[in-house]
């Protein structure tokens, strides 16, 4: 394709009109199909922010040995010998070629392709690409995807040659690096000189590199020089463009106005009625939130604290500062169990008589049509000044009296739709606290959240008791049944015990289960003929029936696929300890509060992330009797998925498991999950590593919205802007 070609998709401002130019345009649809199907990049600018991971040297040779097995690689060797054997029992043949980096050797494999020996001949080099696995003890690549290195060299070029860095690309699936960076070319080559958004000084004065000079060297770069410097470039740039956008946000929901709610007679009222004293934590945070109440500015607080710190109370307290000026309060729940929990602990909490002044109503899509209608009729005319429900509050034919408050329950399982949703049924604008249990590092939260301003809450009440945790093999049978005798032991105590499983029958899967991000190995290991179908809550309950060690105990299922009534009816029964074990899917991972449960096993335990294995550990501890939890696995001493479950054994600080999820799974999986459940779209940028780094464009960013953007700088965070707003 010409330049002219592209120029006639392009405008005066290259950049963000490559935003809109489609791949298809550029490298046909059929390379544009498998972009966007393996890599998600529909757009030419998405394809130019498609960074190298890294980058080899011609005449480097990569570690063999260093390769994690199952992990995708690309590896720069020099070929020992091919040789062609034939099939014993049936008809064709396996090239087998060995590659060696020096040291260590892995073996290629093309099945029926006879006639690539011809070019994999001993002495070539050059880059193998694909999934390191194993087959009879040795290293083994299936399949591999190739590119071999010129073997007739100009001796005077040889160095250079030799030293030219190659861009290894995140790939997947049919796109191999090099087709990556082919495909890159074809786009470089045909660009113009991009715009630049930035003036000149500000690149000056920050030692940046201009936009269009970063992009191309970050891609082709001829020395080590180059690379490191244009991604450095590129990197602050996508800091100072968060930053901007997050600061701007902020600093546009300072406009806005807020009607001010003071505390009175019924927060009094309330804090005589509680049996306990609020821990500093709760005081702290309480204050906080009272002062936004009284600012005339929307709230925009994210509250993140441990399993059992008390967010929940300090949300009620809100509730009963807005209720004395009669303004109403939603808490907007995840699950129908979740809410349900929540209506019952608020009716707990309160009392009788605060609970009939604040009028409290459950919402779910399950209610009945009267009862709905009654709902419906005691929101709308402020009788209720407290609804607590799930999505069913989105719905258009539901209108507030005088919506003040709402209290968002683990914000990333809703989407930025319905968050808006609910906001919007504030005659002004509503003030808004965010809860999540899910415990997030500070520089990753200004990163996420910096928009909103953060309380956390570290101290767990008074009272409660630690949770010792066991990781039990199966190749040990005689702990796994001293597990269950240890939960009947629990039940004769008077306690009760959850059983936890990843499915709920076969390979059906809960809508709220397993995080296919935190989950690293479900996915393949569901795929393996020989692999051992994953615990299945159905069938656990009928076998625990049977289960000698739990004879005459009462038993209970929970899982997504009952209706509302069902799930009300078995969490009832817990409650009142009618039943001792409640076999169940993740369904019970948030918000599910039952103090005299004391035991949990969680079966399959390697098939749950390190974040959702505290959070459903957190069910338990809640009383004031110690706790303990099994976690049951099949997983091999040393793998990756014992090291998570060790690091759960070892410590219940959830800041502690933060930080080692983030240097088990990497902060982008991570970031994801916290921002809505996908991958992180941070580019070049990490969040632990470049903290300074975020702080430094944090404060640029403040300084350069007082001073005022120019029209291309605003249009970069607007675009920015757009493009979060696209992916949420």
């Not at 945790?469 to 240890?486: E, I, M």
Request: net charge negative; hydrophobic share 45%; aromatic share 4%.
């Amino acid at each position: 394709m010409s330049l002219v070609n592209l120029e006639g998709f392009l405008g005066d401002d290259y950049w963000m009109d490559l935003a809109q130019t489609k791949l298809a345009n550029l490298l046909g649809d059929r390379t544009a199909k498998a972009f966007e199907k393996h890599l998600g990049l529909k757009t030419a600018k998405e394809l130019l922010e498609h960074y190298p991971r890294r980058y080899l040297r011609r005449g480097e040779l990569t570690a063999i040995a260093e390769i994690p097995i199952g992990d995708s690689a690309t590896i720069v060797g020099e070929v020992v010998s091919a040789s062609i054997r034939q099939l014993k029992g049936r008809s064709g043949s396996i090239l087998e070629v060995l590659v060696s980096d020096g040291k260590s050797q892995i073996s290629l494999a093309f099945f029926n392709q006879a006639w690539r020996q011809k070019d994999l001949h001993a002495g070539v080099r050059g880059m193998f690409s694909g999934k390191i696995g194993i087959f009879s003890g040795k290293l083994q690549l299936a399949h591999p995807d190739y590119e071999l290195f010129e073997e007739e060299i100009d001796p005077g070029l040889a160095l250079a040659w030799a030293e030219l860095p190659i861009p290894i690309y995140p790939a997947s699936g049919s796109l191999s690096t090099w087709k990556i960076q082919k495909s890159i070319a074809i786009i470089l080559e045909q660009l113009p000189k991009i715009s630049d958004p930035l003036d000149a000084g500000l690149i000056k004065a920050n030692k940046l590199m201009a936009l269009d000079e970063a992009l191309r060297l970050v891609h082709e770069p001829k020395r080590e020089v180059d690379w490191v410097r244009a991604r450095a470039s590129l990197r602050y740039r996508e800091a100072l463009q968060l930053q901007l956008q997050l600061v701007q946000k902020k600093q546009e929901a300072l406009k806005v106005k807020a009607d001010i709610r003071l505390p009175g007679e019924l927060l009094g009222l309330f804090d005589k009625l509680l049996p306990f004293e609020l821990t500093q934590g709760q005081q702290q945070v309480s204050q906080e939130i009272e002062t936004d109440l009284a600012s005339g500015s929307p709230m925009h607080r994210l509250l993140q604290g441990e399993v059992g710190s008390g967010k929940t109370l300090v949300a009620l307290r809100a509730v009963l500062a807005v209720a004395e000026s009669l303004g109403q309060s939603a808490i907007l729940a995840p699950t129908e169990v979740l809410a349900s929990q929540h209506y019952q602990s608020v009716l707990e909490t309160l009392g009788p008589d605060l609970a009939a002044k604040l009028g409290v109503r459950l919402l779910t899509g399950q209610l009945g049509t009267q009862e709905r209608k009654r709902a419906y009729l005691d929101i709308a005319s402020g009788k209720c000044l407290l609804a607590i429900g799930t999505h069913a509050l989105f719905t258009e034919k539901l209108s507030f009296f005088d919506l003040a408050f709402v209290v968002i329950d683990e914000q990333h399982r809703f989407g930025v739709g319905q968050r808006e949703a609910i906001r919007a049924k504030g005659k002004t604008a509503p003030h808004v606290l965010t809860m999540t249990a899910t415990p997030i590092p500070r520089t990753m939260a200004i990163t996420v959240f910096g928009d909103l301003e953060i309380s956390t809450l570290t101290e767990l009440p008074k009272g409660r008791q630690a949770i010792t945790t066991h990781v039990v093999t199966l190749a040990q049978p005689a702990l796994v049944s001293r597990v269950w005798q240890r939960v009947a032991e629990e039940v004769a105590l008077g306690r009760q015990a959850f059983v936890v499983c990843p499915r709920i029958e076969g390979k059906v899967a809960e809508e709220t289960e397993i995080d296919p991000e935190e989950s690293l190995d479900l996915e393949d290991s569901l795929e393996l003929e020989d692999s051992v179908a994953p615990a299945a809550a159905a069938e656990v309950f009928e076998a625990l029936k049977v289960n000698p060690a739990l004879a005459g105990l009462a038993l209970g299922l929970l899982h997504g696929r009952l209706d509302s009534d069902q799930k009300s009816a078995v969490m009832q029964a817990f409650l009142a300890n009618e039943t001792n074990v409640l076999v169940a899917t993740t369904i019970i991972e948030v918000g599910v509060n039952v103090p005299n449960a004391t035991a949990m096993v969680i079966l399959d335990a390697d098939r749950f992330g390190i974040s959702q294995l505290h959070q459903l550990r957190g069910r338990i501890g809640r009383g004031a009797d110690a706790s303990i939890c099994f976690l049951v696995t099949n997983a091999e001493a040393g793998s990756l998925a014992m090291e998570r479950l060790d690091a759960v054994a070892a410590t219940t600080d959830g800041f502690k498991l933060s930080e080692v999820d983030l240097e088990l799974r990497g902060e982008g999986d991570v970031l994801g999950d916290i921002q809505s459940g996908g991958r992180s779209q941070l580019k070049l940028l990490r969040v632990i590593k470049d903290a300074d780094l975020i702080s430094e464009a944090r404060k640029l960013a403040v300084e350069l919205l007082e001073r005022g953007l120019s029209p291309e700088m605003n249009a970069w965070v607007e675009e920015s802007r757009a493009e979060a707003l696209a992916r949420s």
